[in-house]
């Protein structure tokens, strides 16, 4: 498994993650990815950074909160855009909670566009406070 940054040269594996100490966000992906994939060489994708950082649950309900989320802080990508019309399509009751997710989004300091490679060894409970993360 090998975690690449598009156009730079960065290469960890799942044990170089593993290795990072236990409170950091390096620790954190891979410690999901190795709990949670279903390849047995999982590639790590910014979505599983974002999902550290804004909940750690592992549901569709889930999913399409953190891209609420993710809009609120300035993520407009036309996936995005396509999992949040979807789940609302999917899931009306949860709207007011979709919407709570967008807000928080928007009180938290942008960082959907941070080099998160370079962060891997920072606590994730320092990233979440610096950005203003819930």
């Known amino acids: ?13 799942m044990d170089d993650l593993i290795d990072y100490p236990q409170d950091s966000l390096g620790f954190h992906v891979g410690n999901h990815l190795f709990n949670n994939s279903f390849e047995p060489d999982p590639t790590p994708e910014k979505e599983d950074i974002y999902r550290m950082l804004i909940t750690e ?4 309900k889930e999913d399409i909160a953190m891209y609420y989320y993710l809009l609120g802080n300035g993520y407009i990508t036309s996936q995005a855009i396509f999992i949040i019309a979807t789940g609302a399509l999917l899931y009306p009751l949860s709207i007011k909670y ?20 370079k962060m891997l060894h920072l606590p994730i409970n320092r990233i979440k406070d610096t950005f203003l993360i819930k």
């Open 57 to 60: 649950r592992i549901s569709d």
């Open 1 to 13: 498994m090998k975690l690449q940054k598009k156009h730079a040269k960065t290469e960890l594996s």
């Open 98 to 117: 979709f919407y709570s997710k967008y807000c928080d989004g928007k009180n938290a300091l942008r960082f959907h566009d941070l080099d998160y490679f």
